[in-house]
């Protein structure tokens, strides 16, 4: 049976949002859902940087900044003289104008997902009912 691209980033986002604490999914949640303004807004090399700025060990905008590499480096056509760089940062801010393009549809798709899990994934607010 194959899959379309819509299902293999649905899949991916929900193996990544179920690694995700307890203790982080709140702020996580609403990191994603905050996050594709930010990159329509001020682009995707200018909203990673945002997120690497902000990170320390597994807080919110590590994991969003590692769950996107997870997904861009292997779901990203990069140039060919871009191939060879290790970093998802790196790559973005030296790729050309149609890869860069790319990366950005494909990051905001995937992070429709994203967003869409980690906002089921957060607990509901019981109102201070007990």
């Not at 905050?34 to 902000?54: C, D, E, H, W």
């Not at 060990?57 to 969003?64: D, F, M």
């Not at 970093?87 to 050309?96: Q, S």
């Not at 990366?103 to 009912?129: C, M, N, Q, Y």
Request: hydrophobic letters at 35%; charged letters at 25%.
């Amino acid at each position: 049976m194959e899959t379309s691209n819509e299902q293999k980033r649905a899949r991916k986002a929900w193996e990544l949002v179920n690694s995700v604490s307890d203790q982080v999914i709140e702020k996580y949640s609403s990191l994603s859902k905050s996050a594709p303004v930010m990159i329509l807004t001020n682009g995707l090399g200018q909203t990673l940087a945002f997120f690497i700025s902000k990170s320390n060990g597994k807080n919110e905008y590590s994991l969003l900044y590692r769950h996107l590499d997870l997904w861009l480096s292997e779901n990203v056509v990069w140039s060919a003289d871009n191939t060879g760089r290790k970093e998802l940062i790196e790559r973005v801010i030296n790729e050309n104008t149609q890869g860069y393009r790319m990366a950005t549809e494909e990051a905001l798709a995937f992070h429709s997902w994203i967003k869409r899990f980690a906002g089921a994934k957060v607990p509901e607010d019981d109102g201070g009912k007990k």
